[in-house]
């Protein structure tokens, strides 16, 4: 599957329309205090292009991703998603919270709610949708992260990788136009991220733009059009896949490379 | 090679050997030695109350109690009444300043744990200085503290300060407040109410079936209040205002007419409610802070306004973890409610307890009496608080 899609990344031939932009950033910087996490990051993303962002830990990677949605504010710069600009306004903040669907490392399932409510919650509170509508609606998501047979249990019955792609079906169902995924399959055994790069390989071929933190570098040559290297909260490098495996121009880029691949 | 311990000849040993003959054992002689003693003590009280000279009975407490209450909200109660009045008052009393303290704790306590938890430097500040500084002072010298400041600080009767319209009043025995009079037509506001409480209900299964059916949310905590309040005071108004008030008015020595609080009363209460609420607010603090803060994270990104995430996401976990530590702090204000003594509210270990033991030197009967009576209330307490965590503790696996 993933040989399939391999050929239709070529997003560089496309020439850029500024219609066709679904985010940007421009000379962004972010603090945590005294600490310049973010660095004048400057990122454009079109409408159903496919990001992967890398880099070590600690490089701002997470901390970029998390701006977009606003789970992390910025302090300087523009962020605009989907031509909304975020702001201290609350009512941009919330149109483009709807609009980002965003998967987290540790799942953040909520445990108190079966895995059919998890999924039905925000529809029903946010979207304002009737339950027996919702609920037909999540079974559809669940059905297509294909685990449907396990709605009406807790997400503490289900392993680590049924989990995520639970998580996955609950973003999806708010109908987001921009998917966010931090570290999707860090937290799983490695028998399980097989099963959660396959959902997330099908969701790219639908042509959802994504934002992916990863370093599945499988996924990467599979399914990006572009990767983005980051360190030191700075874009560092940012090229095709197969010209950021084969030929990474930046010392830090090899020596990066070298350490994940070598093991 | 001799055979191996396992084919002991000894029929005992054997026994002894078994793991469940041997647990058996052991309970028999753990149960016989229990009630050996129990006997023993037993007969130490008959031997010592004939002794004495005394018998061991409740008769006394059909006896006149010959002893003067103050503080008496519920029941007629004179000096000519029985201990087991002057005993019943006592009870009403320490129910009175266990339940309202009891709401007074938990309100005071969950609004402080959230104030605990605020981002604000100086609010954050002033509740943590407020809860360490409370809780970590003894509840007793807290209720002495109130007490004599209320003694000692407030003006006698006869110069009471007039807190506003000759209505309300402060001095060194209480405060004065008018108490309300019903009038003829007044059971038609109750009545309102009642309805009104009950159609609440109605609604918010109504307004949860609407939103099940076609999604549309009302802002169902401000109608109820709409409700409660607007149609009682429709009715109220209707029925051509049947309430008025009696004033206290300063009559020779004391003040007549109206309601009044004892400063005991008032300082038992405040101190041990502010005392419990101190503990209550970090179980609560820390009851939302074990939420983990990707709960809330995950919440937002999926679009959901804060009060939501409070509501749907928040709350129902960190409820299930404030639940267990509240009921032991409930209980622990009922229990210091006995402190009463030291400034002479008479709840049922001062009256009981207190002085029907002196005057009928039933010290065995009473005793066992009050005892009964804390074991009573706290077993209902507990007993309601496992019923409501059973209610709200949903599964997870």
Known sequence: MANEISDTPS????????????????????WFDDFHVLKDINLDVRRGERIVICGPSGSGKSTLIRCINRLEQHQKGTIIVDGTELTQDLKNIEIIRSEVGMVFQQFNLFPHLTVLENVALAPIWVRKMPRAEAEENAMKYLERVKIPEQASKYP???????????????????SPRIMLFDEPTSALDPEMIKEVLDVMIELAESGMTMLVVTHEMGFATAVAHRVIFMDGGEIIEENTPQEFFTNPEHDRTKLF??????? | MKDNSSQASNPLTRLWRNQESRGVI????????????????????????????????????????????????????????????????????TLLVAITGCIFASILGFTLGILRLSKN????????????????????????????LIITLMPPVKKALDLGGGQFFISNRGFYMPSPVFEPGAWMVGVAMIVAILSVFLFRRWAKKVQDNTGKIYPVFWISIGIIFGLTG??????????????????????????????EFLALWLAL?????????????AGILAVSHGQTEASKALGLRNNRVLQLVVIPQALRIIIPPLSSQYLNLTKNSSLAIAIGYMDITATLGGISLMQTGKEMETMILVMGVYLLISLCISGYMNWFNRRIKLTER
């Open chain 1, 156 to 174: 503490g019955q289900l392993s680590g990788g049924q989990q995520q792609r639970v998580a996955i079906a609950r973003s999806l169902c708010m």
């Open chain 2, 234 to 263: 429709i009715v109220f108004i209707a029925a051509g205002m049947p309430l008025s008030w009696d004033v206290p008015a300063l009559k020779g020595f004391n003040f007549k007419g109206g309601m009044a609080i004892k400063p």
């Open chain 1, 257 to 263: 490379l070298s350490q994940i691949l070598h093991h």
């Open chain 2, 121 to 148: 430097w100086l609010v954050n500040r002033i509740a943590y200085t407020f809860v360490e500084f409370m809780r970590n002072v003894p509840v007793l010298i807290h209720i002495l503290a109130i007490y004599s």
């Open chain 2, 273 to 285: 409610s502010y005392y419990t609420a101190c503990f209550i607010a970090e179980i609560v603090r």
């Open chain 2, 26 to 93: 052991i309970q028999i002689i753990t149960i016989t030695l229990l009630f050996a003693i129990i006997a023993l003590i037993g007969r130490n009280v008959v031997i010592n109350l004939a002794a004495l000279d005394k018998e061991f009975s409740f008769t006394f407490l059909t006896w006149p109690a010959a002893y003067d209450i103050g503080f008496s909200p519920f029941l007629e109660y004179t000096s000519q009444s029985t201990h087991l009045k002057a005993a019943a008052v006592g009870l009403l009393n």
């Open chain 1, 11 to 30: 997003a560089e031939a496309t020439s850029v329309d500024s219609s066709d932009l679904i985010i940007s950033i421009k000379e962004m910087h972010k």
